[in-house]
């Protein structure tokens, strides 16, 4: 075998997710030189990288689309927009952070450089159409939080939730290298339309090892994006992990999986008549399951844990409305709905992150009586988090629904976005929950004096607050942003498939 | 190709049969004559006690990892070795830039691991009391002082 | 029958053998664990005898050598606990599993086996997994993500200093 080309690199493809990397690397330094100070530096450090590699983002929409490394990396509206969301999630994340990890003395310099590799983890996720780039990926962000699920390690409940997400996430990447190596025996292609290509050949067992392939991945992702009926970790993990780690779990890994499935289902399409009718059913089961177990629910961590598992349901059902008919739905209100979701899911996390005083947590509803007096700000925010998750127009959570219900009956999906509908409404019965523990019950036995909330809290809610009411305020004009079909560009399913 | 590695297969063979036959023979020729006394484990001459099924410390554990993690970086090494002498010059410059970085991350995590005290044997805190509170005096004040290191061995 | 056939049939009885040990002294852990070191060698000659020789070289390496002594660590580790693990009463899940295993099994079986028993070449070269051939694609075409795994192993490092060493 013969030396191969040096590779040209396109360094803007690459630099957002080298500047996150490199700034964990430039934190973890300052760790090991500083380690007798507090962690103010490296949070410092950190929000200054973030911002760096948002800027590098920004200025990429106006580049040529395309990809460079042989598809591994792809520049795309869809891996920049979730690329520049990861980033912004993951500076919320950092900016509340810090005040809960003291209050709860577990205050590990390694959250930060673990997050962000996570992140950029993530971030590798969307934006590659090579399934070894996705793998590894995939990796960086479920092994750095299986170690930060697993950070409070006083606590038996941390430790327990680190054990099952390790278990069940290491079983759900088994499945997608399992999938990964059917789809490469067929096609000898590690490329995302390995599919197309076994398709393309036109031999049946090709065809066979493909689908079987395809299924297996399919597995995998629905594990990581938390959809049933692969969701049984998701309340135990929530509820279990620092309630930081949670909110940047939460989102992140919900983002780069849920982006990861959008590419995949795509270049799935010409398995589309096996493969449709049962993620018809995982989105409508994601619904029905999710918001009914949450009704239940007496604590308030697993409650948000099962409306991520129906959420996840609503962003499928916008997947699958662009699947089924790219041509008449785009991908905007996909992406309209995972960044409020982002947005929604942070913020109210933030909140609840207030529980915690003394190195001591209580996250049942009645932990949270009389937050109102201590932190009227952060709870003020919370309703707004919480008519958002509910869909109380005209929030974000609402144009959201609003746009993928739209879109599921333009794709001709009456079931889905009809349960999509009534689901809503049942879910508003346990969001409701979260704000009458809040506001209406006195402070019961739990007094609480201490742990007032801090700058970076307050800054982070309403950073969470402001993107609420800016995204809904402009709703029309950012829909029209994150539609990527309108100036020319393809759409992911076509461009994925017309590239066989 | 399968002829390249035959003598391997050929060695593998024959030092596994002779393991077998040394361990076999022995045990079907040599005499069995025990006595509790005689089968119990020694222990420095004196009557053991406890189980020797003992729970072990997570220390070990953690050398072990670090071993693998290490383990892992150098076996991508090894392709980089076998090409690099005959390569041209352009693959050596790209290759060589490449495999840099990949050894600065190295050395970074083992200058990590030394300096982070991972592999020290006692068990003291290796965490500063600063880190909980932003006022590093107020916090060696507000906290107790680190666990000592614990006295009598592992 | 060729002489690759022969060694293949001989390895491939060993790793089974290997398999079975691990699953059929269910009550030793220490035993199962050695059984899979045996497993993991031999699949490491099968890789030899498929080309992959860096495949092998890293089975023997990481797997056989350091990734078993983590399992032997994890049993001493849990050693004491391992009565309160295993269950002594059935309760009529085992059956259920037995069948719902062996009917995926089938399936998938039967799906995926067919397809391949016509299947009598390699289309791939003889040099597919020399340290040479995957070391001119590794450094060059594949350097990002051979970057992104350092930051892998990073992660991996870091993670489990958090995980089992630091504290107050």
Known sequence: MSYQPIPTIDWWAIAPVSIVMVTGIVALLIEMFRPNRNNNTIVAVSLVGLFLAGLSVVPQFSMPFGSSFGGMVVRDYLGLVLQLLLITVCFVAFLFSEPYLREKRIAFAEFYQLALWASAGGMIMVTTENLLMFFLGLEVLGIALYCLTGMCRQELRSEESAMKYFLLGAFGTAFVLMGIAYLYGPTGSLRIDAVSIAVASDQPHFVLMALFGFGLLLVGLCFKSALVPFHQWTPDVYQGAPTNVTAFMASTSKIAAIGALIRVLAAGAPLVSYWFPIMFWVAILSMVVGNFAALVQKDVKRTLGYSSVANGGYMLVAVLAHVQAPEKVSLASTLFFITGYGVMTMGAFAVVSLAARDGKEGTRFQDLHGLWHRAPFAAGCLILFVASLIGVPPTVGFFGKMFIFNDALAAGLLPLALVLAVTSVVSAYYYLGIIQAVFVQEEGAVKNESGRPQAGLNLAVLLCALAIFGISLGAENVLKFMAPAEDGRQPVAERTVAQR | MASEFLPILVLMTVSAVICAAMVTLSWVLGPKKTTPYKSSPYECGVAPQGDAKERFPIKFYLVAILFVLFDIEVVFLWSWITVFKDAPLDFKLFSGAVVGVYMILWIIGDAYVMKIGALDWDEATSLAPEKLLADAEAARAALPAPVPVRQGGL | ?168
């Open chain 3, 1 to 168: 029958m060729s002489g690759n056939q022969i060694v293949f049939i001989v390895l491939a009885a060993i790793a089974c053998i290997g398999a079975a040990g691990v699953v059929v002294f269910g009550d030793n852990p220490v035993r199962s664990a050695l059984f899979l070191v045996l497993n993991f060698f031999v699949l490491g000659f099968l890789y030899f005898t498929l080309g992959a020789q860096l495949l092998g070289i890293s089975q023997i390496l990481v797997y056989a050598g350091a990734i078993m002594v983590l399992f032997l660590f994890v049993i001493m580790m849990l050693q004491q606990q391992s009565a309160f693990l295993r269950s002594t009463e059935s309760d009529g899940r085992g059956p259920i599993a037995w069948l719902l295993g062996a009917t995926m099994f089938m399936t998938v079986g039967a799906a995926v086996l067919a397809p391949l028993g016509g299947v009598t070449g390699s289309p791939i070269l003889d040099t597919f997994g020399t340290p040479q051939s995957i070391g001119k694609v590794l450094f060059t075409g594949y350097a990002w993500p051979f970057l992104i795994s350092s930051v892998l192993l990073l992660v991996g490092i870091v993670g489990s200093i958090l995980l089992a060493k630091r504290k107050f």
